[in-house]
């Protein structure tokens, strides 16, 4: 079969020309977006009369037959007819005869892929707001059953002050958050319908796109025929977010990497999301976090590809814009691998709460609050720091920690000190006496759960309607 736009060419395309232009290889990941929004537009052209109801009927029965070998994986693509469009149209007409040549009516190929990938980038985002919830429900749950755990926060990456746990947890359900309501701010610019504005300003037939728009679910529809066609915004919005994602994930997959390691010994892995070694038969690695880590990079890679295939790109659609769909693919990808992984990884991670009580009480991350102590005694805190300074310099050089001193050398540094000075270091003490909103003290951590699970009610319910919308 000839090709379908080949009445104007004379030659038959170089067969390397086909294999480099072809796009099937790749996009046929949008089959049933492609069939999607065929069968609405074709609703809309019976609808205004555009079409006979005999022509629709028959064209709509033949794309259920088609979406139906796509499905069974019985359509075969072929490089030689370019893209998905063009596939999926030759199918039809195969199906139903000459009258599926109709289907095009009204529209090109550069208003169908635009469709297209709206279509499909809208139901990834709503099911990356779902598995990210599954990931904060994980985190809640270990901030749940660690309510009490104390270890050592740390600032560039040297102990600092003494948190609770269940703090550390909840700073990245907090990340997660955010990245949930990116993903859900996006959503509304992704629900944008650019079919009909044709391959660049629109169409001579008496087409609806706002009955179009109502068949597939969107909110609404390009307002300029020229930007429908060449916006790919929606695009990048979500590899940017990705990227986002992809690094909240990397910090927290580098601290289980610490945490799990002997010098740690903070955490320690369910070996099911742990592989061993070829050679050393005691080694448990933890592959999983250190392959999200990795994995990073390569959506990092794909949001500046992108940004750059558009760079300095004339109105409307060009070739170039092909390029925008390996990086979305793969970033699909990997992200859904990764927030699939991660959820059950949380959950079934067990806390050696010892160990880190062990490290808070050979440290000096109890400091501050002596000098936050002699303030409330008086001392201005410049000064208390420089006595501190010095108190922790004679531990080190006496090989002691702060609670180890006798009441007689804490008064060698200040005669402010008193027996009240043990209470104020006790690593319970330090915590709970940060009662802020938003600090580590109990009460304050216990109340942001609070707060979270509410909020996470939320998102569970956003996703259920808007999954249901997507389907």
Same mark, same amino acid.
């Given at each position: ?9 004379? +030659?038959? %395309? ?6 480099? %232009? ?17 069968? @609405?537009?074709?609703?809309? #052209? ?31 693509? *072929? ?15 195969? $199906? ?5 040549? +109709? ?10 892929? @635009?469709?297209?990938?709206? #279509? ?15 990931? /904060? ?17 740390? %600032? ?20 997660f958050g955010r990245d949930i309501e990116r993903l859900q701010d996006s959503y509304k610019r992704i629900n944008v319908l650019p079919l009909g504005a044709g391959a660049l ?24 025929? #020229? ?5 790919r915004d929606f695009i990048l919005e979500f590899l940017s977010n990705a990227s986002m994602i992809m690094m909240h994930l990397s910090r927290l997959c580098e601290e289980l ?11 320690? #892995? $369910?070996?099911?999301?742990? %592989?061993? *070694? ?10 999983? @976090? ?25 109105? @409307?659609?060009?070739?170039d814009m092909q390029e925008d769909k390996e990086g979305m693919f793969d970033t699909v990808k990997t992200l859904d691998g990764a927030l699939q992984l991660f959820a059950p ?8 709460? $010892? ?21 409330? +005694? ?36 200040? +005669?402010?000190?008193?027996? $009240?000075?043990?209470?104020?270091? /006790? ?30 009610? /939320? ?13």
């Open positions: 079969m000839s090709k379908l736009w080949g009445g104007r060419f004379t +030659k038959k %395309t170089d067969q390397l020309v086909e294999e480099y %232009t072809a796009s099937i290889t790749f996009d046929k990941e949008l089959a049933e977006e492609d069939v999607q929004g065929s069968l @609405a537009h074709v609703a809309m #052209l019976g609808k205004c009369g555009i079409l006979p109801a005999e022509d629709v009927e028959t064209i709509t029965d033949g794309l259920h037959r088609v979406l139906g070998k796509i499905r069974r994986g019985e359509l075969e693509f *072929s490089v030689s007819d370019e893209d998905i469009h063009m596939n999926i149209e030759k199918a039809l007409i195969e $199906d139903v005869g000459p009258v599926g040549g +109709k289907l095009h009516t009204g529209r090109s190929r550069n208003d169908q892929v @635009a469709t297209d990938m709206h #279509l499909y980038l809208r139901k990834r985002v709503v099911g990356f707001v779902g598995l990210l919830g599954k990931l /904060q429900e994980a985190l809640i749950g270990q901030a749940k059953a660690n309510a009490e755990t104390i270890l050592p926060g740390y %600032t560039h990456l040297q102990r600092a002050q003494p948190i609770l746990f269940s703090h550390h947890m909840m700073a990245y359900v907090a990340m300003a629109g169409t001579t037939f008496p087409i609806d796109r706002h009955f179009t728009a109502g068949q597939l679910g969107f909110d609404r529809v390009y307002e300029n025929s #020229l930007d429908a066609v060449s916006d990497v610490l945490w799990s390691s002997t010098e740690f010994a903070f955490v320690e #892995l $369910d070996d099911a999301f742990c %592989t061993g *070694s070829s050679i050393m038969p005691q080694k448990k690695n933890p592959d999983v @976090a250190e392959l999200v880590r990795g994995k990073t990079g390569r959506v990092y890679g794909n949001l500046m590809g992108l940004l750059t295939v558009l760079k300095s790109l004339p109105l @409307a659609y060009n070739k990884m949380i959950a079934t991670m067990k806390v050696n709460k $010892d160990r880190m009580r062990q490290a808070v009480n050979q440290d000096f991350s109890n400091a501050t609050d002596i000098a936050d102590y002699l303030v409330n +005694k008086g001392m201005p805190f410049r000064q208390a720091h420089e006595v501190i300074g010095k108190t922790v310099l004679y531990c080190i050089q006496q090989k002691k920690y702060l609670l180890d001193l006798s009441m007689a050398e804490f008064n060698e540094f200040s +005669k402010l000190f008193g027996e $009240d000075i043990y209470t104020v270091l /006790q690593p319970e003490h330090v915590v709970n006496a940060r009662n802020v909103y938003g600090g580590t003290a109990s009460v304050q951590v216990a109340a942001a759960v609070e707060r979270a699970e509410q909020q996470l009610e /939320q998102t569970v319910a956003w996703f259920e309607e808007y999954a249901e919308k997507c389907k």
